[in-house]
């Protein structure tokens, strides 16, 4: 009854053996569209992620047993994995598991449209019944369309509605767009040598991160650190510490840029160089990104 089921029993005879197979026959159903929707789930995360199953596992969990609606349980990565622990932490990382799961619910429903809903209208002509307070706008925004489409469906040379009045809504052609969302925060993962003197909270300063961050990172136990110890520190790439480089004999600028991972143009910028040419001993400023 907790899972869901008291809706449907309700709703059905008082007959047990009636209830039990209807119980029966959609949870089979849930369940079958929960598999449906797990295969596309891996198949998009498959892209960014690696997988640990090729196939959706079925599981005997509670959040998994309720017969009037499809449930799945998407796993992201295990933190006991280092590699994807680190990989959980980053932004883009994110991002890109965020949009795995929504371009993989959003073809479930477009192969897949719930009875009434703009997906299972789409293509199909509908209507709508002006009230008070309504725009044109607002009408298509409502069903996903557009105003000059309406207006052309209902042959309207103006955008006034009158309260009543009976609009043909055209239905919305093509499929669902996913936004492509760009990465807020770039991070990058660098090692930082301890050196006399230093302590957690100023190398955790010094990177712009958080002390638990650090211990987190690096499974620490205590505050207490070694000289020389070396320890991974995820930093947002802008607050990345200022990178200087001291020109040696033979070096040139791509040389200098292919060591450190950057452009040519981003160090001309950094250091407002009007030409390629160096100087022994020249101090360079190496550009985060």
């Not at 489409?149 to 052609?173: D, E, V, Y």
Request: no cysteine; proline share 3%; charged share 25%.
């Amino acid at each position: 009854m907790l899972g869901g089921a008291g809706d449907v029993l309700s709703k059905n005879s008082n007959d047990k053996n009636v209830s039990q197979t209807l119980l029966d026959l959609q949870f089979s159903h849930s369940q079958k569209e929960g598999y449906k929707l797990a295969t596309k789930i891996l198949k998009e995360m498959g892209k960014v992620a690696h997988l640990h199953k090729k196939e959706p596992v079925n599981a005997s969990l509670a959040v998994l047993k309720s017969p009037d609606i499809p449930s799945v349980l998407v796993e992201t990565g295990f933190i006991t994995n280092p590699t994807e622990e680190k990989l959980l932490f980053q932004k883009s990382y994110q991002n890109k598991l965020a949009r795995a799961l929504t371009k993989a619910i959003v073809q479930y429903f477009e192969s897949n449209p719930p009875a009434g809903t703009l997906l299972a209208n789409r293509g199909k002509a509908v209507k709508h019944k002006v009230s008070r307070g309504e725009s044109l706008s607002l009408i298509a925004k409502k069903y996903g369309t557009s105003v000059s489409a309406i207006k052309s469906t209902n042959k309207l040379k103006s955008t006034s509605l009158a309260i009543g009045q009976i609009l043909t809504i055209p239905g919305a052609a093509g499929a669902t767009s996913v936004p492509k969302v760009s990465n807020s925060v770039k991070t990058k993962t660098v090692t930082h040598v301890v050196k006399r003197g230093e302590y957690l909270g100023k190398i955790a300063s010094r990177y712009k991160v958080s002390v638990a961050a650090i211990k987190r990172e690096n499974k620490l136990r205590s505050d207490t650190l070694k000289l020389g110890q070396k320890l991974k520190i995820t930093v947002k790439v802008k607050d990345q510490p200022i990178r200087k480089h001291k020109v040696k004999r033979g070096e040139f600028l791509s040389k200098i840029a292919n060591r450190y991972g950057v452009s040519v143009n981003s160090i001309r910028r950094a250091n407002n160089l009007r030409s390629d040419e160096l100087a022994i001993g020249q101090v360079l400023i190496i550009p985060n990104k």
